[in-house]
């Protein structure tokens, strides 16, 4: 029986604004934008599980990228993501209904440098948990950030029903015994939530 639901943040909560980042770096700089993706991709999961300092990581960033201002990149990008990150209200709305009757945990992979105050206090009101990756130093899809999501709310895999934008995420959370639904859009995924709570009471 469902009794909590995990949502992703980045792709199903939020945007991901990713591509005006790369787009406002490579203007600023100089550099291809295929370039700015390919090397940050390569650093952002030892970011993602607090692996590394913050300005070790925008260090590394700046000589892949050959960029000589690594102070300006370091105030370009995290400003860019601040004016670009956005909340799909409709979903959280949705969201916030559910909190009754069932346990709302949040499970994203993130960087500290991405925290934003409003969000965070959106997603507070709405989440009885929220486990971010640099917080705990695991990310997904390995499978002891989702037995630490497990411990902390006392629940069985079977209990759980996972939302991700991720196959890959998915994949490790249905192997452990979740339920997943793999989300595209907010009709395709209140469709197939819907589906699912019904099949519960059946």
């Not at 009885?128 to 640099?134: D, T």
């Not at 069985?156 to 991720?166: E, G, T, V």
Request: net charge positive; proline share 2%.
């Amino acid at each position: 029986m469902i009794k909590a639901i995990i949502f992703d943040y980045g792709g199903v909560l939020g945007e991901n604004p990713n591509k005006n980042i790369y787009q406002r770096v490579a203007k600023e700089f100089g550099v291809g934008k295929g370039i700015i993706k390919v090397n940050f991709l390569k650093l952002i999961f030892q970011i993602q599980k607090d692996q590394i300092e913050e300005g070790v990581f925008w260090k590394k960033l700046a000589e892949k990228l050959k960029i000589k201002d690594q102070r300006r990149l370091r105030t370009v990008w995290p400003d860019e993501h601040q004016k670009s990150a956005s909340i799909n209200r409709e979903l959280l709305s949705f969201i916030g209904n559910l909190k009754k009757k069932y346990t709302l945990c949040l499970l994203s992979n993130s960087a500290r440098f991405y925290r934003n105050d409003s969000i965070e206090k959106m997603l507070k009101k709405r989440f009885h948990h929220i486990i971010y990756s640099f917080d705990v130093k695991m990310r997904k899809p390995e499978r002891k950030i989702y037995r630490y999501l497990l411990k902390k709310i006392n629940l069985k895999p079977a209990d759980c029903l996972f939302i991700d934008d991720s196959k890959e995420a998915l994949d490790a959370g249905g192997q452990m015994g979740m339920r997943t639904i793999l989300f595209t859009t907010v009709p395709a995924f209140k469709k197939s939530l819907r589906r699912a709570l019904s099949e519960e009471t059946n």
